[in-house]
């Protein structure tokens, strides 16, 4: 089993649409999250931390399933704009530091 | 300059040679990291420097050497690659220890192997 699983898509959804993409992650000691966001032949940028409680940034909302270790990211009105590959991330701090997984990501096409 | 930054931003290099490539966090970040990102992969792990010593090294071949002069510069060394190390290189920093420290890339090194 990968430590993380995205379904890769790619979703193509229309413009003004709600999507919603999931990742499932295999270590129960993983203590922190993230969704990034991948345009093409570009580096990964942080979209946001993922915070046990839900959290929310604008037309983002992440929620986190410590419980069935499951990681979602809900993003409303979608704009063309947010065509991309969004990268789920687990993190877990080991002696040696940080160590992060990464999703093989989830494609999104927003189209007119 | 703020970020993270890599260089060169494209590389075109021929089995026998040997080149290197750059990366400076200006963050005050205490980690680095080197990861490899090939077509429909995930990205891939190859080192990880924390404090200026090199804590993880994931079965990475040889014509890969890595250098971590300091907190703040990271190299990697390439010599007799192959055409399937071709790939985008991403360098990242992070603050050692911290769970909710996320990874800050650079814009990555393409790198293509002829």
């Known amino acids: 089993r990968k430590e993380v699983e995205q379904d890769p898509g790619p979703f193509n959804v229309p413009e003004g649409a709600t999507v919603a993409f999931n990742c499932t992650y295999s270590?129960?000691?993983?203590?922190?999250f993230f969704w990034y966001r991948q345009d093409c032949r570009k580096e990964p940028k942080l979209l946001m931390s993922?915070?046990?409680s839900g959290n929310e940034d604008g037309r983002f909302t992440a929620q986190l399933n410590r419980a069935s270790q499951y990681i979602s990211l809900l993003i409303r009105d979608s704009k063309l704009s947010d065509s991309a590959t969004y990268l789920c991330?687990?993190?877990?701090?080991?002696?040696?530091?940080?160590?992060?997984?990464f999703g093989t990501g989830t494609q999104l096409k927003v189209e007119l | 300059e703020t970020g993270v930054t890599q260089t060169p931003r494209h590389l075109v290099m021929g089995m026998t040679n040997k080149k290197s490539l750059k990366c400076e966090q200006h963050?005050?970040?205490?980690?680095m990291y080197w990861y490899k990102q090939s077509a429909k992969k995930p990205l891939e792990l190859m080192f990880v420097?924390?404090?200026?010593?090199?804590?993880e090294n994931n079965s990475v071949p040889s014509r890969f050497s890595p250098e971590c002069p300091n907190s703040s510069h990271l190299f990697l060394h390439l010599h007799t690659l192959q055409p399937e190390d071709s790939a985008l290189y991403l360098c990242?920093?992070?603050?050692?220890?911290?769970?909710?420290?996320?990874?800050?890339f650079g814009n990555g090194t393409r790198l293509t192997v002829t």
């Open positions: 990242a920093s992070s603050q050692k220890g911290q769970a909710n420290s996320p990874l800050h």
């Open positions: 270590n129960s000691a993983s203590q922190s």
């Open positions: 993922v915070y046990s």
């Open positions: 991330v687990v993190n877990r701090v080991t002696g040696g530091g940080n160590k992060l997984t």
């Open positions: 963050l005050g970040h205490n980690a």
């Open positions: 420097y924390s404090l200026e010593e090199r804590v």
